[in-house]
């Protein structure tokens, strides 16, 4: 059992996984939720060696990593409704489960001949597969039953010598943060059905479940990535629609301090707006978007367009900001028709299911 550390020489540790992977190995590598086990779904004797070692019987699927929706297509049924499934969700916390069109080895696909599929929003993950040109298994790195794994040593704490001697190598990450594994949707029926509850929980097509802060922080961080991954080029604008309560102010502070804002995040109801500074060695901030400032907006005691042009609005779409606006809909059609000229827009609903509980949709511009 070899254990490499992937912050030493990437490019090194990542080509080595796929020789490992190629030839048949077990590895522990880390993703975007847990440390995972890979190896070659294709490959018989590796699947096998992999149900061995978490003592997992076949029937039981195995979720599978790809890069991208077309390599999905290659393993999975994927109809009109799964693709905008996969548009809205992936990349992301998420494992699809559809129809698997039976390339896999045996032990991959449920008794039923579904499939797990799951693109992660992970650089390791992604550029392992790339190389590969084919997907790799995604199931935790842990024994049947057993909790998920994020550091290397929790991982081997329990395994026998028998154990770790099936293992051909180790990726070590560090110690990951503690985000649950993938929430499992399953969209081979005419309504989705959440097998499994991660951090994000889908309601509609284009909607998430929160049940808290905590997790409606979680799904503006999901949203603001995938804005970042989607938009380079203009302003990015999140329009925030709900009632009072619902957390439009709890999503805006998180894309603040996200994106390096330092400090309180304080409403700004009576000043209409307030532009913050940022840090720009916050880590979720891709290089290659030059973000100017972050702006939080809202409108609500907004009553004509003088109001507006009082405070030099459509200015702020100038620079390359990042800008979250409450109570949208009090700019009037025409300012909104006109920021959509100047800026991508991001619009996230929030609706009031009961005391603990908001759905929150969304739509990405095209």
């Known amino acids: 059992m070899k254990i490499l550390e992937i912050t030493k020489d990437y490019e090194k540790v990542i080509r080595k996984t796929a020789e490992v992977i190629k030839a048949g190995g077990l590895v522990v590598f880390p993703s975007d939720t847990v440390y995972i086990l890979a190896v070659d779904p294709t490959n018989q004797v590796a699947v096998n060696k992999l149900l061995g070692f978490k003592n997992r019987w076949t029937g039981k699927a195995i979720s599978v990593a790809v890069l991208d929706m077309k390599m999905a297509m290659e393993y999975v049924e994927i109809d009109i409704n799964g693709k905008n499934i996969y548009t809205n969700l992936l990349p992301g916390p998420f494992t699809i489960v559809s129809q698997g069109k039976h390339k896999t080895a045996k032990g991959i696909e449920a008794e039923n001949g579904t499939l797990g599929v799951r693109i992660p929003d992970n650089k390791y993950v992604t550029d392992l597969v790339k190389i590969l040109k084919k997907p790799i298994t ?42 649950k594994p993938s929430t499992v949707i399953d969209i081979t029926c005419p309504e989705i059905k959440v097998l499994r509850r991660g951090d994000l929980v889908t309601g509609k097509k284009t909607s998430l479940m929160s049940k808290s802060e905590a997790e409606t922080e979680k799904i503006a961080e999901f949203l603001l990535k995938k804005a970042l991954n989607k938009f380079k080029n203009k302003p990015i604008v999140f329009l925030l629609s709900g009632d009072l309560g619902c957390g439009k102010t709890i999503f805006s502070r998180k894309i603040g301090h996200l994106l390096g804002v330092k400090g309180k995040i304080t409403s700004p109801t009576f000043v209409i707006y307030n532009e913050y500074k940022l840090d720009h060695r916050s880590l979720i901030v891709d290089r290659r978007y030059k973000i100017s400032n972050f702006l939080h907006m809202d409108l609500y005691k907004i009553t004509s367009e003088k109001d507006l042009i009082e405070i030099e609005f459509l200015e702020k779409f100038e620079d390359k900001n990042i800008i979250c606006i409450e109570w949208p809909e009090q700019m009037g059609k025409n300012y909104l028709a006109k920021i959509k000229e100047k800026a991508e827009i991001v619009n996230v609903g929030f609706e009031y299911v009961d005391e603990k509980t908001r759905e929150i949709s969304y739509n990405l511009s095209k």
């Open 138 to 179: 995604a199931t935790s790195a842990n024994l049947s039953g057993r909790t998920p794994n994020y550091s290397i040593a929790s991982f081997l704490r329990p395994l026998s010598n028998k154990k770790r001697e099936m293992i051909d190598l180790i990726v070590d990450a560090g110690k990951l943060p503690k985000n």
